[in-house]
């Protein structure tokens, strides 16, 4: 895609106006949450991957998605509230996107370009689980599930994507970020 992924507009959880600009020159980990998943307590891991690198450069950011089994039916009050109460989530939260319905985000429709396929899991439950419920998405390149994770280069590459069940603490996203962060 032409379009920088610096220049694509966002909105902030709380309403206002935003692009990644600000954030150029760091290390973005961009996740796509849900408040209602199995795997919403990767937010204690992400809060703590926030709280390790930020010094370093690295900006882990959370895109709220109703798109997979609406298990982020919530007003953006309602998921600051919620991350608020349950994780003390202090890492930016943006409104809520379209990331595998239509009209896709152009945020996720740019990083998809970059980065077509995750890396898995070595685990493979959340790809049998979602096989057995008909909820693996259409396209082997569209975001499998909540909590995919794309590592963006401080340049604004995508520079990896890991799959929602490899955790925050995983050695391979790890040794990704300390490599992106030089």
């Not at 396929?117 to 959340?126: F, Q, R, Y």
Request: proline share 5%; glycine share 6%.
């Amino acid at each position: 895609m032409n379009t920088s992924i610096f220049d694509i507009f966002l909105q902030g959880l709380d309403g206002s106006e935003t692009s990644l600009a600000a954030y150029q020159g760091q290390v973005m980990l961009v996740v796509n949450v849900a408040s209602k998943c199995g795997l919403t307590p990767q937010y204690i891991g992400l809060q703590a991957l926030h709280d390790r690198f930020a010094s370093r450069g690295l900006q882990v950011m959370g895109f709220p998605c109703n798109d997979f089994a609406g298990q982020e039916p919530g007003s953006e009050d309602e998921i600051r509230d919620f991350c608020d109460a349950n994780y003390h989530v202090s890492f930016p939260l943006f409104a809520k996107v379209r990331i595998n319905s239509e009209p896709r985000h152009p945020l996720y429709a740019n990083l998809i370009a970059a980065q077509p396929h995750a890396v898995a899991s070595t685990n493979s439950l959340l790809r049998d689980t979602l096989t057995k419920h008909q909820l693996l998405p259409k396209k082997d390149t569209d975001v499998m599930w909540n909590f995919e994770k794309f590592l963006v280069g401080r340049d604004g590459s995508v520079v990896a994507r890991f799959a929602p069940d490899v955790a925050p603490n995983d050695a391979q996203l790890i040794l990704a970020i300390e490599r992106a962060l030089g």
